[in-house]
């Protein structure tokens, strides 16, 4: 007997604002908080949790710097974040398919 | 069920989203519609009747940027060419940062760039080197390598692993992909450089810009961009291998021996298609 597709959601990946913040920055080489805020329409500190915990777990790099006098923090997914995301997906699709089929 | 097939739906919505809004590809195809509308003012031509003792049996230090005839300057049109392709390439790099400062979120453009440069030197150093090769290792090579029984098997090897490295790369993110993607233009610009060889229209440069769109459009998983440069590559392709002012004389254009209407013959369909696809971008932006 197969397992069941929630044996494959991950505890860290597993929440819809990870996964809306994981799933931008696959799309994109680096994509910059204020555009994560906006778009996932998150307070600041909320969203600094995310990504605390997503780039503790090795999910994202986290790159902070300047444009011209602004502070501007990047984050780019990692090889395991695109992983993890990659599997996530698979995972929600499959308990779609079992309950829909 | 219905909270995870709606939660599906919503990061489907935020992968278009980022999608839509780090696409930029109007600029490149703007920048080089204009370069490539304006390439034909380097064409100045030797008059056949009055000036054909004046003819220098050279093409300058780029000849696959030159066509082999009649050319006043061909220097000038080599240089043109070699500095459009690598000052549109950082313009376009500079472009996508620029764009990803003020919006937030930038396309990766590394892999575009790598074929864009492997493309490059698959025409400008390949030819040389492998002619340079067989001169030094075969006493009776008579310098051509437009020789069938040299040229043709490149042809097919080089087609070979083009299109073996473009279906790894296919099936690879990150680094890798970007290696199998250099590989297969090198290996492309290669092959054609083979095919080419036959040919001597010298408009190789609107190959590699072809190549560096098909990259961007793969890059940027854009519908609009991947038809220009479709549209743009078999433009490319005709104007290397056939003599389009032929169409044009038909439609009662005649460029008689004149380079500069020669040159703006075929460059005026290739022009068209990025700017055309430039503004059909912009206007989507806007919308």
Partial sequence: MSDHPTNGLSDVVHQRHRLGILTIAAESKRVEFSYLKEALELTGGNLSRHLTVLVDAGLLDMEKGYDGKRPKTWVSITHVGRQALAEEIAALRALVARHSG | ?287
């Fill in chain 2, 1 to 287: 069920m219905s909270d995870t097939t709606a939660l599906l739906a919503d990061l489907r919505k935020l992968r278009t989203r980022a999608r839509m809004d780090r696409q930029a590809h109007a600029f490149p195809l703007f920048l080089f519609g204009a370069l490539i509308l304006l390439a034909p003012v380097c064409y100045a031509s030797y008059d056949p009747w009055t000036e054909l003792e004046l003819v220098p049996n050279d093409r300058g230090p780029f000849p696959q940027f030159t066509p082999g005839i009649l050319l006043k300057y061909p220097e000038l049109v080599g240089w043109y060419w070699a500095l459009t392709i690598v000052g549109g390439l950082w313009l376009t790099g500079w472009w996508y940062r620029h764009r990803a400062r003020r919006h937030g979120v930038e396309t990766d453009t590394r892999m575009p760039t790598a074929a864009t440069v492997a493309a490059l030197l698959g025409f400008l150093v390949w030819g040389p080197l492998f002619s340079t090769l067989l001169e030094a290792g075969f006493d009776d090579f008579d310098g051509s390598y437009s020789t069938p029984a040299v040229n043709l098997p490149i042809l097919f090897a080089a087609a070979a692993l083009a299109v073996a490295a473009g279906l790894w790369s296919g099936r690879r993110t990150g680094w890798s992909r970007t290696a199998g993607v250099a590989v297969a233009a090198f290996f492309a610009a290669v092959a054609f450089g083979a095919l080419g060889v036959y040919f001597s229209h010298g408009y190789a440069a609107l190959v590699i810009i072809a190549a560096a769109l098909l990259a961007l459009a793969w890059v940027e998983r854009s519908a609009l961009l991947t038809v220009t440069g479709v549209l743009f590559t078999g433009v490319a392709l005709l104007v290397n291998l056939y003599n389009v002012e032929n169409v044009f004389y038909r439609l009662g254009w005649d460029s008689g021996s004149d380079q500069q209407v020669v040159a703006v013959q075929s460059l005026l369909p290739a022009g068209i298609v990025l700017v055309v696809g430039g503004v059909v971008a912009v206007v989507r932006q806007r919308r």
